[in-house]
């Protein structure tokens, strides 16, 4: 018997409720990943994503921990929703014949959902590493000025607390970046978004579509809710961690602001000729546990609602009962 078709209101709709859900709960994470991402060797501000959550706090405030969060609640909604949805389109073209889908055709279906999403993910990703890193660079900066000041009296240096950075705002970088670049502006950092989303959606869908599928009691049946949020979380992870290096290379590039003595980059290769040379091959793994604790999460709560079909339970309702 054939599966029943979701319509792509339901898709769209169960994308965007699991966005949501996701992104508030995993945004600080988020904000630890791309400031120790960006930090480069020599002017160290954290040490781990725990010191950084911390000093955010201290310097920002607890909302200082969700700088950004407005732009990437208002845009994972059509981002989640895109990724999920074509990623279903495309296996339901791939699997016309009726055959069970091949690991290729899964890849191909992955690879081709990870190409849509860039779409909204680009700029979505450009405005929010702004508003993220804002934090981090007011507080080297204030840092450096005390240090200056205190090796000019001859003191000791004491602990310094980053101050409240500045508060540029999602709307004044859009504007900034449109008047200066054009719409060229926001999609800085494409061609590095599409080497990361690519290689994740090519690995992240076959890997749950497969673990999910282990854990179905019948073929004829979904698998628990638990199932395909563990699915979710272990292909997330595996999926975020084996292209964390791409991830380094993508946030350095989108990055408009750096820090004092910071490198500057003029491309992808060059961006990552640089951190090999100047930080290690270790630097590319910078920040792969946040991430890994940001996807797991994201990508096994958006399974989960997915899977058990809130939005058709909604439309249901809104419909009501048919004749």
């Known amino acids: 018997m054939a599966d029943k078709q979701i319509s792509l209101p339901a898709k769209l709709i169960n994308g965007g409720i699991a966005g949501l859900i996701g992104v508030t709960c995993v945004f600080p994470i988020d904000l630890a990943k791309t400031r120790l991402q960006n930090q480069q060797n ?20 607890y909302f200082g921990m969700y700088r950004g969060a407005a732009v990437n609640l208002t845009l994972v909604t059509p981002e989640k929703a895109i990724k999920l949805a074509a990623n279903d389109f495309f296996r339901h073209q791939l699997s016309k014949d009726g055959q069970k889908l ?62 409240a950075a500045p508060r540029p705002t999602a709307t004044q970088l859009t504007r900034d970046l449109l008047r200066n670049h054009g719409i060229a502006g926001l999609y800085k950092g494409l061609g590095a978004t599409l080497l990361r989303d690519v290689p994740f959606s090519i690995v992240y869908f076959p890997l749950f579509a497969n673990l999910n599928q282990l854990g179905r009691p019948a073929s004829e049946e979904k698998a628990p809710f638990y199932v395909s949020f563990l699915a979710g979380c272990v292909a997330g992870s595996a999926a975020a961690v ?37 930080e290690g091959p270790s630097a590319f793994l910078k920040g792969a546990y946040c991430r890994a604790l940001v996807i797991a999460p994201l990508f096994g709560i958006a399974q989960v609602v997915y899977f058990l079909g809130i939005a058709e339970s909604l439309l249901e309702l809104l419909q009501g009962p048919q004749a």
């Open 102 to 163: 091949t690991l290729p055709k899964e890849m191909l279906a992955g690879c081709g959902a990870g190409t849509c999403q860039v779409i909204v993910t680009t700029p979505m990703e450009m405005l929010k590493i702004q508003l993220q890193d804002a934090g981090r660079i007011a507080a080297q900066k204030k840092m450096l000025a005390a240090q200056a000041q205190l090796s000019a009296h001859g003191a000791t240096q004491p602990s310094v607390e980053a101050p």
């Open 242 to 278: 084996a292209v964390n290096p791409c991830d380094v290379v993508k946030t350095r590039l989108q990055s408009l602001q750096r820090g004092v003595n910071e490198d500057t980059y003029s491309g992808f290769l060059d961006c990552a000729r640089k951190i090999w040379q100047h």
């Open 42 to 61: 020599g002017q160290r501000m954290y040490t781990s994503m725990s010191d950084c959550l911390i000093k955010t706090i201290r310097s920002e405030g």
